[in-house]
């Protein structure tokens, strides 16, 4: 699984109130299907709770997921900090960290496509790629994004970091140039297309007038 | 046959469905599933192009009548694959099932093809249904819904002893065609009932069977192509990617396609048109009339040869191509390539002319 990257589509807008330990914040989600995986909506429920609980002067956030089968439980559960096993007793085992830790090690690979893909057009060979490390290339705000990522499962992410390395943080040496970088390639393009095709039911699922009979 | 600019094109629909989602097949105090199963397709439906979109309540259930139009008058299908879908948690009579599919057999029978099911979780009793449809309605293959709900199970793995058996017999029984059902994960929830890793156990185990990736794995395209290089026996089933992407999103369509193109190759992706979550006639229409974008040849060659000037490098391009290779010549000449092969490629040809060139080109 490749999930979708939210944009602001998928949020809806809530009322900020002011209350006298800081404000308190309301946010709206809203995915593009009634059946999206429901451990997947948990995940982004839960990560815009935290992302939003972090803004300074936040003193409560409230994220609610609207139109979805199991909004009323994914709501509670993310509300009471019940985790995910503790919201779906008996259907569900598994926490999602394993989610969490595939969608990041996804959008590593994915990432190493995005810089290093303009230096391939410009005629960087496998050689001078393999040893390109992050400190070489340009701050970008993808560059971050790769840093951020690569840091949230422990894989090297520093200025002498290689720009190209496999799932399990080993450099990628320059014969597995080519065959690399087609297959970050590829995860570039499933978690993309993902995307779009997310993109497109949700503003189906949304455009006026676009309601199906009850 | 469809015809194209003098090209003839017999089409297989490896990919269509026959379903009753109308109200009255809705499971009681199930209804939320059954139109939340039939909403989704409906949105499906959507990305198609705006001409080709129907009321929703026509959605719900086609005639045979529509059916013959959409598919064998108005949607150039030659041969079209039923693929059967239960789903009898939420809907009484099933969604589609093969004795619904059957029913158009006798009106279509020199064009249609009914493939069957089977849900291991079934057991015996499963084994005997399997033998008795195999035995009425001579299946040459499956539709295999991996994370069908079936009691508290909410789905397997092909994985799974008793999916072996089932395959095993379904192999001894003449089946052929194995087409799992692989998209968006809905159930468990903390397990992913259509990861793709499955098909890879199983193909390389069942070498007698073809197992066909439906809607290549969407949303876990990545893990299908890898496994699909590996598997001779591992196919790409296209629908859902021409329906969903090829008007929808035709820059992605475009890239899906390399991809699948590169790794999977043209030959072992088969077109499917999911009817009625699209009808056929646009997308085999799209399919024929589809061009890689910004791929011409010659453009490529013009920019790969402007790149290497840049760089003070020398680069010797030749083309091969399919098409007139008087024109592609002129064209090739003119962006500053050496020559072109006319498809098929006659080897002695290349390493006469390559032999050529080495001899006379100037000293580096």
Redesign the interface.
Known sequence: MAGPTPGRDFVGSGPVTAAPDGDIVTVGLRLPTFFCAPNFSFLMVADAYDAVSAVPGVARAEVTLVDHHASEEINGGVAAHAGFVGTFTGEATAELDELRHTFLTRASVAGQDRLARPRVDAGAGPDELASTTLGEIPESDELTRLRRRRAGIGLPYGDDAPLLIHPDGSPVTSEQVPLHLRRARLQRVGIETNGEYCKSLLALRYAPGAATAP | MYEKDGEKYFVVDSHSHFWDASKENWVEGKE??AK??I??F???H??GPPETHWD??KYLKVTPEDFERDMFIEGHVDYAIFQSTYLREWYKNGFNTADQNAALLERWGDKLIVNGRFDPREGDAGLKQLEADVAKYKHKGVKLYTAEWNGDSRGYKLTDPEAYRFLQAAQDLGIKNVHVHKG?????????AFDVADVDHAATDFQGLNFIVEHVG?????DF??MAVQEPNVYAGLSVVVG??MH??PK?FA??M??LL??VGEDKMLFGGDYNIWTPKWQVEGLVDWQMPDSDGVAVSRELLA?AQA?HQSLAVWLMTGADVNLVNRQAQAAGCLGVFAKPLHVPELLAVLQAWLEHRAPA
């Open positions: 939320q599933y939340g199963w909403d989704c409906y949105g499906y959507q990305l929703w309540e968006p994960t809905i159930w468990p929830l903390d397990k992913d969407l949303p876990r395209i990545e192509c890898f969903g992407l929808a999103r992605f890239k899906v390399g991809e590169f790794w790149a760089r």
